[in-house]
């Protein structure tokens, strides 16, 4: 499975961006999707995910702020992130497990400034 993550770039605080990942093959509705984040000098953390079945996860700092879907028939996940801040500034990657492997996207730069 190949992840492609695009939609990134430089937006001002308070600004909305959706970035997407585009699978290269099917991938099972019930089959874990996410976004991760890493910022400058930072460790990765977990962002948000979405299968089908449960409700999104959302880490704290972004709950009520960023939206995770995925569209089955276009094998692609999204993430709306409104209301940026300038402490969302990071390479987001979207992520997925098929059959206990894990998949990463090469990353996308987002940069809010103040």
């Known amino acids: 499975v190949q992840l492609q993550a695009s939609g990134g770039g430089l937006v001002q605080a308070g600004g909305s961006l959706r970035l997407s990942c585009a699978a290269s093959?099917?991938?099972?509705?019930?089959?874990?999707m996410g976004w991760y984040r890493q910022a400058p000098g930072k460790q990765r953390e977990f962002v948000a995910s979405i299968r089908s079945g449960r409700d999104p996860n959302y880490a704290d700092s972004v709950q009520g702020r960023f939206t995770i879907s995925r569209d089955n028939a276009k094998n692609t996940l999204y993430l709306q992130m409104n209301s940026l801040k300038p402490d969302d500034t990071a390479v987001y990657y979207c992520?997925?497990?098929?059959?206990?492997?894990?998949?990463w996207g090469q990353g996308t730069l987002v940069t809010v400034s103040s």
């Open positions: 093959r099917t991938i099972h509705s019930s089959v874990i």
């Open positions: 992520k997925t497990n098929v059959q206990s492997v894990d998949y």
